[in-house]
């Protein structure tokens, strides 16, 4: 299924996206698509009945804005420098274990909402990354099974950093990952049973038109499964929790001087296959 979120910043409604391209209401059903309902194996039953019977109504999505696919997000764990060629282009290391940051919930907007460029930002940087979306509680998991059991689906994320912020302030790296708008969700909420293999999705990313990103979860360091039981060990994930996996090579800071970082009036899209598309126009915080 692909469930998303329609309408006004927080007010949005649930809804689902069919099999034909048309979006369907599902506030009729469920109050929201979160933790709750992503726990709720009978209530997802009923979901899948409803739109297998054509009995959900039509929304006309004209003039409709599509908000984050999960609502009341608990904490979204991030995984940092989880591709190869991204770790090549930035001249480190591979990690030896995943590298974990956190990002803060009130981070997340839609996927075509306005991001902000924090005030004396010079160094604003893309990232498209492939979130994974929990929907058991997972604590201390064993296996890979155990991990892609605790899986609700996936959503394509935009991690915008701030490089400056993030490496030459000082302290941790959340000054440059936590900033007004700097996590776009969605557009869907992707149910683990359509995404057979997590590793073979392609990533790619624009800015003003010319891709900038192209890249594969093949090249991830530590694979979904691996992250996910990882991650685990040192918290406990609830449903609707959210993990970012990292972002290919094509990053501006890995690019060669004058670094292409983001101004106002430049215009991001990004995409992951079968996980829908954002696009992002930025202005000035």
Same mark, same amino acid.
């Given at each position: 299924?692909?469930?998303?979120?329609?309408?006004?910043?927080?007010?949005?409604?649930?809804?689902?996206?069919?099999?034909?391209?048309? %979006?369907?209401?599902?506030?009729? %059903?469920?109050?929201?698509?979160? @933790?709750?309902?992503?726990?709720?194996?009978? *209530?997802?039953?009923?979901?899948?009945?409803?739109?297998?019977?054509?009995?959900?109504?039509?929304?006309?999505?004209?003039?409709?804005?599509?908000?984050?696919?999960?609502?009341?997000?608990?904490?979204?764990? /991030?995984?940092?420098?989880?591709?190869?060629?991204?770790?090549?282009?930035?001249?480190?290391?591979?990690?030896?274990?995943?590298?974990?940051?956190?990002?803060?919930?009130?981070?997340?907007?839609?996927?075509?909402?306005?991001? +902000?460029?924090?005030?004396?930002?010079? *160094?604003?940087?893309? &990232?498209? &990354?492939?979130?994974?979306?929990?929907?058991?509680?997972?604590?201390?998991? #064993?296996?890979?099974?155990?991990?892609?059991?605790?899986?609700?689906?996936?959503?394509?994320?935009?991690?915008?950093?701030?490089?400056?912020?993030?490496?030459?302030?000082?302290?941790?790296?959340?000054?440059?990952?936590? /900033? #007004?708008?700097?996590?776009? +969700?969605?557009?869907? +909420?992707?149910?683990?049973?359509?995404?057979?293999?997590?590793?073979?999705?392609?990533?790619? %990313?624009?800015?003003?038109? #010319?891709?900038?990103?192209?890249?594969?979860?093949?090249?991830?360091?530590?694979?979904?499964?691996?992250?996910?039981?990882?991650?685990?060990?040192?918290?406990? %994930?609830?449903? @609707?929790?959210?993990?970012?996996?990292?972002?290919?090579?094509?990053?501006?800071?890995?690019?060669? #001087?004058?670094?292409?970082?983001?101004?106002?009036?430049?215009?991001?899209?990004?995409?992951?296959?079968? +996980?829908?598309?954002?696009?992002?126009?930025?202005?000035?915080?």
């Amino acid at each position: 299924m692909k469930l998303l979120r329609v309408g006004t910043v927080g007010a949005e409604r649930p809804a689902l996206l069919d099999e034909t391209g048309v %979006l369907r209401d599902l506030s009729g %059903l469920v109050p929201d698509i979160d @933790g709750a309902l992503l726990a709720d194996d009978g *209530k997802l039953a009923r979901i899948r009945a409803a739109a297998a019977s054509g009995e959900l109504p039509e929304l006309d999505a004209a003039g409709l804005r599509t908000g984050p696919p999960v609502g009341r997000i608990g904490k979204i764990v /991030c995984i940092g420098l989880n591709y190869h060629d991204h770790a090549r282009e930035t001249g480190a290391a591979p990690p030896e274990e995943p590298i974990i940051f956190m990002k803060a919930p009130d981070t997340v907007v839609g996927p075509d909402d306005t991001v +902000l460029v924090p005030r004396g930002s010079l *160094k604003t940087d893309w &990232e498209v &990354e492939l979130a994974v979306v929990i929907g058991r509680t997972a604590r201390y998991l #064993e296996s890979d099974e155990q991990a892609l059991a605790a899986v609700a689906g996936y959503a394509v994320a935009h991690d915008v950093s701030e490089r400056a912020f993030q490496i030459e302030r000082g302290g941790q790296w959340d000054k440059g990952k936590n /900033c #007004e708008t700097f996590n776009p +969700l969605g557009p869907w +909420l992707v149910t683990a049973d359509e995404v057979p293999d997590p590793q073979a999705l392609g990533v790619r %990313l624009w800015v003003n038109g #010319e891709l900038k990103q192209d890249g594969t979860t093949a090249e991830q360091i530590f694979p979904v499964a691996e992250v996910v039981r990882y991650v685990s060990h040192f918290m406990t %994930l609830y449903p @609707g929790d959210v993990i970012n996996t990292g972002t290919p090579a094509g990053v501006a800071m890995g690019r060669p #001087e004058p670094k292409p970082y983001l101004r106002a009036g430049d215009v991001v899209e990004l995409e992951i296959d079968g +996980l829908g598309r954002q696009r992002q126009e930025l202005k000035d915080a």
